[in-house]
């Protein structure tokens, strides 16, 4: 007997020490992996574990080398900064972590070799149309991962804020239709991670920068979606947010330093005075509000004038866009973050990838604030940026109450779109801004112009045939709306035929409404026009000042011309050529682009309520 109990204390002892865990363990190492050949360089590695900085990073492989250890105030961080020369070469090589010359842990890291032309990769321009998803809103195309274990955020499609289940598959299941449609690129709201108690469905509030949320796929899975779009001639564009992340990230519970979050990592809400960037009698108090505020106090404010963590947010998008193949970026609440920070963050994306294109949200009407942002822009405080495109929200707010309010020659109806494009002048690119009729943030462009179909049908031409790139926020195509409210939720509803039982399936038209099937087939007509439509991407602006009720822009360049006008009337009006000669030279005939009927230029009738797009012929 005496033998067993002394068996049993040695297995016990034994399960003790086996369960007992290391001194020193890396819970995190970021980026997990690099590329040999990359333009820069420099790599910063952020390890996280116990008392890591007691350790000493060593490694030995051709071409790479250890040029800066870097502690911080607490000891459970490393930032280990190489230098991976021309001369490396993709392999695996280990980063030893050693004390007292004794190796207490390893990390099996991997140079990959970049994509041919990785750095040549041609980013969105004028020539796409984008297609904004809400993923979780959209295709639930893999129902397994609809609730994930340890992530609370579980599946309700019953509340409107709750998450429902589309995900990174449902994307990819819908490529084809999206091709068929005429989209040339998408922007799928955040994927990353958001392991939030509640309310994560929306994506922007990471709680890991490198890892795709579970309930949307993997970080293959959004790899394997942007490769098969690109087999299909669609671009993929990331949303990324470097303004915050969520209260629940990992570092959270154990920053690195105090100054890693603004505000000492405590909520001070922002101001959101965004005007404060150009305003050359703000206070360095309000301006101070506005960039280190929070937006809420679940999602801190990363501070980036710490360089440490500004190397950490330029190498994250650098990862993410030779790791999934992108084409674009789309950066989330663009103003708010320390402005010098994110001009030097556009110019190291830039330089690394020089024909890449990347879009900043600054929501202000004011096209002068704006226009600051982007690149080329001479400022009077000097400030300059490498951002080549800007949402266009000016002219968005300008079409939306154009379209909506009755007609004055002086200030209401078209003529707010019309003196809305003159400030174009502001602009160091117009062409490069992105249009859109709505998106994942305001009222759906239906309700915005009061479920009005025929100001729906001039709407969407306009951003077609407009200047720019233009931008369709998914469910726009089938009427999508949110009469008597704003909520969120409500405006990121499913998109019909995204979910097994669907009684209404957008896709397939089933259980569609007449209008709703003439939508989809008005934006299919014009987004398939536009793609062929060289003239649509780079030809020339001109306008035509309203009158009574009739607004008339014309694309074009040595070879075409298209031109389109608007009658807001509840009555047919004639339109004489005369006004329109400096453009319209000796063509005589247009062909409609949306019926295809040809009209006389010379007796131009344009029907009630409606649109034109003629494409001129002699």
Request: proline share 5%; charged share 20%; hydrophobic share 40%.
């Amino acid at each position: 007997m005496r033998i067993f109990f002394t068996l049993v204390l040695l297995f016990s002892l034994l399960i003790g020490f086996a369960a007992k865990p290391a001194k020193y363990e890396i819970r995190h190492l970021e980026p997990p992996f690099w590329w040999a050949g990359m333009n820069n360089q420099n790599l910063q590695i952020l390890v996280y574990g116990v008392n890591i900085a007691e350790l000493t990073p060593q490694l030995s492989y051709p071409g790479v080398k250890i040029k800066e250890i870097v502690k911080v105030e607490n000891p459970n961080y490393l930032f280990v900064y190489l230098e991976i020369g021309r001369d490396a070469k993709p392999g695996k090589f280990l980063i030893d972590f050693v004390k007292n010359g004794k190796t207490q842990v390893s990390y099996d890291f991997q140079l990959f070799d970049r994509e041919p032309g990785s750095s040549q990769r041609q980013g969105f321009n004028s020539s796409d149309v984008m297609y904004l998803i809400t993923p979780d809103r959209f295709v639930n195309g893999n129902t397994e991962n609809d609730n994930i274990p340890g992530m609370p955020d579980t599946l309700n499609r019953q509340n409107p804020g709750g998450r429902h289940g589309g995900d990174i598959q449902g994307v990819v299941n819908s490529l084809d239709y999206l091709k068929d449609m005429g989209f040339t690129a998408i922007w799928v709201n955040p994927v990353i991670e958001n392991n939030m108690p509640e309310y994560s469905y929306h994506g922007y509030a990471a709680t890991d920068f490198y890892k795709v949320d579970a309930r949307f796929g993997t970080n293959e899975e959004y790899r394997k979606l942007s490769l098969e779009a690109k087999d299909k001639g669609i671009k993929m564009i990331m949303d990324m947010i470097f303004n915050h992340c969520g209260s629940e990230h990992w570092w959270m519970k154990d920053l690195p330093s105090t100054d890693w979050i603004n505000n000492g990592g405590k909520f001070i809400g922002t101001n959101h005075k965004r005007s404060l960037s150009q305003d050359i009698y703000g206070s360095n108090y309000d301006k101070k509000m506005f960039s280190d505020g929070w937006f809420v106090e679940t999602m801190p404010d990363l501070n980036q004038r710490n360089p440490l963590m500004a190397d950490y947010l330029i190498q994250n998008s650098v990862w993410w866009i030779e790791y999934a193949a992108l084409d674009g970026i789309r950066m989330d609440t663009y103003c708010y973050p320390d402005k010098d920070f994110m001009a030097d963050w556009t110019c190291a994306v830039m330089n690394e990838y020089p024909n890449f294109n990347i879009v900043g949200e600054e929501w202000s009407e004011n096209p002068a604030i704006v226009a600051f942002w982007q690149q080329g822009k001479e400022n009077p405080n000097g400030y300059k940026s490498c951002l080549p495109s800007v949402m266009d929200f000016p002219l968005q707010g300008a079409l939306a109450r154009g379209l909506a309010a009755q007609e004055n020659m002086y200030s209401k109806g078209f003529i707010e779109i019309y003196q809305m494009l003159a400030n174009d002048f502001q602009y160091a690119n117009p062409n490069n801004l992105v249009t859109f009729p709505d998106n994942h943030d305001m009222s759906r462009f239906f309700t915005q112009v009061n479920e009005d179909f025929a100001l729906y049908k001039m709407g969407i031409a306009f951003i077609l045939t407009m200047r720019g790139i233009p931008q369709i926020y998914y469910g726009t195509e089938v009427l999508m709306a949110n009469p008597g409210t704003d909520s969120h939720g409500i405006i990121r509803s499913d998109f019909p035929g995204g979910w097994k039982g669907d009684k209404i399936n957008a896709f397939t038209g089933t259980g569609l409404s007449a209008q709703q099937k003439e939508a989809k087939e008005f934006m299919k007509t014009l987004l398939n026009f536009r793609k062929q439509s060289t003239v649509l991407h780079d030809g020339k602006l001109l306008h035509f000042a309203p009158e009574d009720g009739v607004y008339a822009y014309f694309r074009y360049d040595e070879k075409t011309v298209v031109m389109v006008v608007m009658n807001k009337n509840d009555v047919e009006k004639p339109v004489g050529r005369s006004k329109f000669d400096e453009v319209i030279l000796d063509f005589k005939t247009g062909k409609d682009a949306i019926t295809k009927k040809s009209f006389d230029l010379n007796n131009l009738i344009i029907p009630a309520k409606s649109v034109l797009v003629l494409e001129l012929g002699k």
